[in-house]
């Protein structure tokens, strides 16, 4: 193995033990020497690991002091997203994708206008293309391929607001979300469609009435969220042990928060 990919590897081992709370915030990690004979890996591989650690606001770095780990909850980012639910608790888990909701579709709906108003004939024939793709994904019922495509169309939409800050603001929770969906494909719902509303928001778009985009849109996130709820209801009580109780189907959430 490479000593990149053991960095990686390493970087991996010690951010689940923090996002587990296997590691908890204000624990001082063991001296490098210690930790290196532990993680049996060289001391240079261990430090680059460190150093990412350290980038990833999951650890403080003093000169003589080692390595403190920091809140992530409070300190982390929306990098973290993936993780976190491949290694918190599942209700954890399951509560994370709830409060998620929110965030994302109120900066999708912050986003429309700007498009509506800025989008050109080339952004309007990116939007096609990825719906096209979506509702190809969803006919098959490939979800994988389907996250994919709506990440596509989701940049695409991006694109279309010719906004840079906004760009630049969107692009983590855009690209957490994406890796979330690419790990765990059975959150990409097929239906509703999001290949419909996607073709529908794009012809608002075209229309620049960012008022129909903003309905298409608003009822597509509402019926999926409450789906999604639902998901992680599921997954609560089945981590209770009264999912058959409940009446929950097979197919839930708490199946997707391993790999």
Known sequence: MSSSARSDQLFDQLRARIVSGAFAAGTRLPPERQLAEALDANRSTLR???RRLEQARLIHVRQGQGATVRDFRRDGTIDL??????HAPPEDAAAA????????????????????ERRSAADLDALRRAAATVRRAEASSDRAEAGLAQAVWLGALLDATHNVPARWIANPLIDAVAELVARYPALVLLEPSFGDMAGEVTRALAARDHAAALSEL????????????????????????TARAAGVGDETLSKELRP
Not at 98 to 114: E, S, W
Not at 223 to 235: K, M, S, Y
């Open 48 to 50: 680059e690991a460190l």
């Open 97 to 116: 994708l709830v409060d998620l909701l929110a965030p994302r579709t109120a900066l999708l709906r912050l986003l429309l206008p700007l498009a509506a």
């Open 218 to 241: 608003s009822a597509f996130y509402d019926a999926v969220d409450r789906r999604l709820v639902q998901l992680a209801a599921a997954a609560r009580a089945a981590r209770a042990g």
């Open 81 to 86: 997203l993936a993780a976190y639910f491949e």
